[in-house]
């Protein structure tokens, strides 16, 4: 059982900066693979960004790559998400989710936090 606690969203205008955490539960994070998802208004949950348990295999979805760094903690039980450049398209409630398997695919990961709120105002 893995239990996830998103952090660190708000509103920004475009342009800026924020950094998400998220923090797992459980003996075994370093075991997991890690991905963030986001969801827009009236839109369906996307995939953003994915690493590996080592942390040695990376995937960003094409609309972040370049500006989005996803990196894990394992000492500290979290996984983060830097967001720069951010454009009012990144508003959305983002999500990390949590599975053994390494995968870019919403119906992979099993477990899942209860998403924080980004706003980017132009």
């Known amino acids: 059982q893995v239990t996830l606690v998103e952090s660190g969203g708000g509103l920004v205008q475009a342009g800026g900066s924020l950094r998400l955490s998220c923090a797992a539960s459980?003996?075994?994070?370093?075991?997991?693979?890690m991905g963030w998802f986001r969801q827009a208004p009236g839109k369906e949950r996307e995939f953003v960004a994915a690493?590996?348990?080592?942390?040695?295999?990376?995937h960003y979805a094409d609309s972040v790559k370049g500006r989005f760094t996803i990196s894990r903690d394992n000492a500290k039980n979290t996984v983060y998400l830097e967001m720069n450049s951010l454009k009012p398209e990144d508003t959305a409630v983002y999500y990390c989710?949590?599975?053994?398997?390494?995968?870019?695919?919403?119906?992979?990961?099993?477990?899942w936090g209860q998403g924080t709120q980004v706003t980017v105002s132009s």
């Open positions: 459980g003996r075994t994070f370093s075991a997991y693979s």
């Open positions: 690493i590996i348990w080592s942390g040695f295999s990376i």
């Open positions: 989710a949590a599975d053994r398997t390494y995968s870019v695919l919403i119906k992979d990961y099993r477990y």
